[in-house]
């Protein structure tokens, strides 16, 4: 237990004074003796005549121990010297000898903190800025291809809404023009028969014609000798009809294009996709490489906030519709929702004033969580979905989860993935949705293919990407990376420890209800136990928590339905 390697430090639940067979909290850390300190044991560090000028820290802000490398010439001395002239490292023994004599040189420990400060201040850029803005823009593009598939198809709606307008337009005056047809015929019909109606009227004119000559030409017949000769009337006239032509008209492919309008892109400068500039994250990276260099151990990187002395109570109030604050969450309103274990969700402003009520069945679990947009989603665990509330108080189904029950939810703050502890037939899992609601990732067991989880009913994630879970069947705040290994299990201060409620801060830290304790225990990101931060406050059985973007904790009860708002930042 009182090692002082940091593999075994971050993997205990809390780290030991490592002076002689001191068993406190070793919150700091002697940067020359590289040992964890308890503060009384600090203090007697500081004062001894020995000791008094060694370099104590906290310990999350300790110098790394140069790894131990025997000299490749003297293999029984370690290398643990700089020469700057040479710019190679060197034992106590090879800079004793001739050939770097004179030589500047500089203490290798000390330069190793410095590399290793600034390794780390890289590895952070990647894991708090690099990588979750690259997955955002990815998560930008994919939002771009459903648009386009959307603006792509309604395109193609309309292209064939105007295609059967034309189409029945075509028609229509078809219509018309064969019923013109129709009507000319008709017409052309009219002036033949009347042709044909004189026609038979000269031919019955000549037929009575006829008989007069034959009844003249009679031999017995003296009318032919007292009459004048008969004349005969001309044929009629009558004209031949115009016939009728078909000029096609003058239309090609080109034209029924243009009729049916046009698809193109506007030629306009794209808009370039939005990066957040990296000065817009956390403190840690906005440290310059040379700032990094320059400063001679990460001790000088101090954050602008830090644990207060004591914790301070904001205010306190009832919450009209719930019956206990089993959870709670606040939105970017600064809007307070808390559910109880009866099913009530509901929604309130800073004074207490009942904003909406919603019946679920999301149990008595961390079930809720606010998003980035403003909203909140929240799951139902007999319906095995999960639904979100729009700003404008709308309630649509979003997630699906099949046949496992979802418990506990909680939306990231670093990219807006959704993470979900879930159970079914006696396993337990967590599952991470990207914010359009995807799955992307299960975690459910660890390296040695054991089960990570029993019960977990809260769920949360930290600045470094962790996942941490409050898992009460298995009595215990188990954290996982982003990857999804394993990093740490804590299992409380000795007695029994019954964790609920859990949330993290700017600073990293994670804070878990213990009913137990009946406090909230206060970890570092390593798991490192720090205090119970509520041990002078009187507070009955805290069970649900969240920070605000103002850094205050809100810490609900299971007994009663008030809500306490504390200040342990400054």
């Not at 780290?15 to 700091?28: A, D, P, W």
């Not at 029924?256 to 794209?270: F, H, M, Q, S």
């Not at 009866?342 to 909406?356: P, Y």
């Not at 805290?542 to 008030?562: I, K, M, S």
Request: glycine share 6%.
């Amino acid at each position: 237990m009182t090692s002082t390697s940091d593999e075994q430090a971050a993997g205990q639940h809390y780290l030991v004074c490592g002076i002689q067979v001191c068993q406190r909290n070793g919150q700091f850390y002697c940067n020359d003796c590289h040992l964890p300190m308890c503060e009384q044991c600090k203090d007697e560090h500081q004062t001894s005549p020995d000791t008094k000028n060694h370099d104590i820290v906290l310990y999350r802000q300790r110098k790394h121990r140069l790894p131990v490398k025997k000299c490749k010439l003297h293999s029984t001395k370690n290398v643990d010297i700089f020469c700057r002239e040479c710019n190679t490292p060197l034992c106590l023994k090879c800079f004793l000898g001739k050939e770097h004599k004179g030589h500047e040189i500089d203490d290798l420990e000390e330069i190793y903190a410095q590399k290793y400060a600034l390794w780390q201040g890289e590895f952070s850029k990647i894991q708090k800025y690099f990588l979750p803005t690259s997955e955002g823009l990815k998560t930008d593009i994919k939002e771009d291809v459903t648009e386009i598939k959307k603006i792509m198809e309604s395109i193609r709606t309309s292209m064939r809404a105007e295609a059967e307008s034309l189409k029945n337009l075509i028609d229509k005056v078809t219509s018309e023009k064969i019923e013109h047809t129709h009507t000319m015929e008709k017409s052309l019909f009219q002036m033949l028969k009347s042709q044909e109606t004189t026609y038979n009227d000269y031919n019955k004119y000549l037929e009575k014609l006829s008989d007069k000559f034959q009844e003249y030409l009679s031999t017995t017949n003296q009318k032919l000798l007292s009459s004048d000769i008969l004349k005969i009337q001309s044929i009629p006239e009558t004209s031949k009809p115009v016939q009728p032509v078909y000029m096609a008209g003058q239309f090609n492919r080109d034209d029924v294009a243009k009729l049916l309008g046009t698809v193109n892109i506007p030629n306009t400068e794209p808009e370039k996709r939005k990066i957040q500039p990296m000065e817009a994250v956390s403190s840690p990276m906005k440290f310059t490489e040379k700032q990094l260099e320059q400063s001679k151990e990460k001790s000088d990187m101090k954050p602008t906030l830090s644990l207060s002395s004591s914790v301070t109570k904001v205010r306190e109030y009832s919450v009209p519709g719930v019956d206990n604050a089993c959870h709670v969450s606040v939105d970017k309103s600064v809007r307070l929702w808390v559910s109880d274990d009866e099913g009530s969700l509901v929604q309130t402003d800073l004074q207490g004033n009942l904003l909406q009520k919603i019946k679920t069945s999301g149990g008595s679990d961390g079930y809720h969580t606010a998003t980035q947009d403003g909203g909140l989603i929240y799951t139902d665990q007999v319906k095995k979905v999960i639904n979100r509330i729009t700003p404008d108080r709308r309630i649509t189904e979003f997630i699906k989860t099949g046949d496992w029950e979802p418990l506990s939810l909680h939306s990231s703050h670093i990219n807006g993935d959704i993470l979900v502890g879930m159970i079914k037939d006696g396993r337990a899992k967590v599952t991470r949705y990207n914010k359009a609601g995807k799955e992307i990732q299960n975690i459910q067991r660890d390296n040695e293919g054991q089960e990570l989880y029993s019960d977990p009913c809260y769920i949360t994630e930290n600045i470094n990407g962790d996942i941490c879970t409050s898992d009460c069947g298995k009595e215990a705040v188990v954290v996982v990376d982003k990857s999804g290994q394993h990093r740490f299990s804590y299992t409380g201060q000795g007695s029994r420890f019954r964790p609920y409620g859990i949330c993290t801060d700017v600073l990293g830290h994670i804070m878990v209800c213990d009913i137990v304790s009946k406090n909230v225990h206060l970890l570092d990101e390593d798991g490192g136990y720090l205090s119970c931060i509520l041990s002078e406050q009187r507070i009955d059985i805290p069970r649900g928590v969240c920070v605000d973007e103002e850094n205050n904790l809100y810490v609900g009860q299971l007994a009663t339905n008030t809500v306490t708002v504390y200040k342990y930042l400054e």
